[in-house]
C-alpha cells in the first residue's frame, strides 16, 4: 500500500522560498510518477509538478515554471518541491500524490489510481 507523509510547509514573505519533502513508501507497481498538487481556498485543486520515477524527467505548470523544482532523495525515499520567488498567489495548502497517469490535469490523473498525502500549508505575504 503506497504511504505519503509530506512536511516543509510555513509561512514566508513573498521572493521568499521555501521546500517541501514527500517520503513515499510502499510504491504500487502502477505508480508512474509523483505530482504536486495545490489548492487555494475556493479554488480548484490544481497541478504544479510532476517526477517521472522511470525517466527521471519532471513536468512543471506555466505558472510555476522557472521557479519550482523537483528534486529527488532515492535513498531518502524522498521527492522535494523547491519552490523560490514565492508570490502570494502561490498561497495554497500542497499535497504530493503517487499516480498511474502522469498529468497535471487532476481530471485527467483522476481517470487512474491516486494516493494522497495529507497536505501542508503554504503561505506567502506580501
Known amino acids: 500500500q503506497v504511504h505519503l507523509v509530506e512536511s516543509g510547509g510555513g509561512s514566508v514573505q513573498a521572493a521568499g522560498s521555501l521546500r517541501l519533502s514527500c517520503v513515499h513508501s510502499g510504491y504500487r507497481d502502477s505508480t508512474n510518477c509523483i505530482l504536486w498538487f495545490r489548492q487555494a481556498p475556493a479554488k480548484e485543486r490544481e497541478g504544479v509538478a510532476g517526477?517521472?520515477?522511470?525517466?527521471?524527467?519532471?513536468i512543471y505548470d506555466a505558472s510555476v515554471k522557472g521557479r519550482f523544482t523537483t528534486p529527488q532523495d532515492n535513498a531518502k525515499k524522498t521527492v522535494y518541491l523547491q519552490m523560490n520567488a514565492l508570490e502570494p498567489e502561490d498561497t495554497a495548502m500542497y499535497y504530493c500524490a503517487a499516480s498511474v497517469i502522469c498529468s497535471l490535469n487532476l481530471t485527467i490523473a483522476s481517470m487512474g489510481h491516486i494516493t494522497w498525502g495529507q497536505g501542508t500549508q503554504v503561505t506567502v505575504s506580501s
Open positions: 517526477y517521472f520515477i522511470v525517466a527521471g524527467t519532471t
